[in-house]
């Protein structure tokens, strides 16, 4: 098999994975910023961690890094307007932003008032791999906002293409 071959055949192989769909929210004193992020799990039963993978070059990284805290909201399929938004590039989204339904944490951090559920967690680590990094993270303080289904990976690109 080329390399070509090779990269085609994982790439049809990983869209066949589902997620849930997330927005992680990050702050520092003059400015804020929410992604959307499908790469979050909890990654352990008892010791109540998570890990998100995210690009190492988004802003919102170096937010996390200074801040030592973040919000995860977790979306519902409800929620696809907010999606939307939090999938947008920088420069689009920082203009869309407002328009958000907003929550602070007491520590500033924004999140999605009107998702499913949200936790603030403090940072407590970072693994680098080949571009992206994989965020640790220890959950403080949280909230059950609604109930309903949770929004995945495959309903976002059936609805939203
Ligand atoms: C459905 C979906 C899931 C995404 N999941 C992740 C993710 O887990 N980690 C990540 O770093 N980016 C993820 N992204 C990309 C970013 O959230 C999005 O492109 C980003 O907000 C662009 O930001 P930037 O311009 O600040 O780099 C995802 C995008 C979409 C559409």
Not at 60 to 68: C, D, E, P, R, T
Request: charged share 25%; with cysteine.
């Amino acid at each position: 098999m080329t390399e070509t071959e090779k990269n085609d055949l994982f790439k049809n192989i990983f869209k066949k994975f589902n997620y849930g769909l997330y927005v992680l929210g990050g702050a520092n004193s003059d400015s804020e910023d929410l992604i959307i992020c499908s790469w979050v799990m909890q990654s352990s039963y008892n010791d109540g961690e998570v890990v998100i993978n995210i690009d190492g070059d988004r802003p919102i990284y170096s937010l996390i890094q200074k801040a030592g805290i973040f919000t995860i909201s977790v979306l519902g399929i409800d929620n696809l307007d907010e999606a939307a938004v939090c999938a947008l590039s920088r420069e689009e989204r920082k203009e869309k932003l407002g328009s958000l339904n907003l929550g602070r944490t007491a520590d500033d951090i924004p999140y999605l008032n009107n998702s499913l559920a949200y936790f603030e967690c403090n940072y407590t680590d970072s693994v680098k791999m080949k571009s992206n990094v994989l965020l640790v993270g220890t959950p403080v303080d949280g909230e059950i906002l609604s109930e309903g289904e949770s929004l995945t990976l495959h309903d976002y690109y059936k609805l939203l293409g």
